[in-house]
């Protein structure tokens, strides 16, 4: 299984989109430097996840909303998923 996942910085409330096939390994990653650009913006939380069959599938998810560039839709994708 892989994920999509989406990551909220502490520190200004940014959102970090990714995949992975084990969240949270990468979510260790992410929260103790071991990752570029999420390094400076810690501690991360994560806030939303999908899960999909192929590699494939979630590369092109995580290509998708980060070329959306859309705030709006990122919290309401995340507020749509809380409430189920």
């Known amino acids: ?3 999509v996942y989406i990551l909220q910085s502490s520190i200004d409330k940014s ?9 949270d ?8 430097g071991k990752t570029g650009y999420t390094s400076l913006k ?3 939380k994560l806030i939303y996840k999908e ?8 590369v092109k ?3 998708y909303l980060k070329r959306l560039k859309n705030k709006r839709y990122l919290e309401s994708l995340i507020l749509k998923n ?3």
């Open 1 to 3: 299984m892989y994920f």
């Open 15 to 23: 959102f970090y989109i990714g995949y992975t096939g084990n969240v």
């Open 25 to 32: 390994n990468r979510l260790y990653e992410h929260n103790f």
């Open 42 to 44: 810690r501690p991360w």
């Open 51 to 58: 899960e999909y069959f192929t590699r494939g599938e979630a």
């Open 61 to 63: 998810r995580e290509k």
């Open 82 to 84: 809380s409430a189920a």
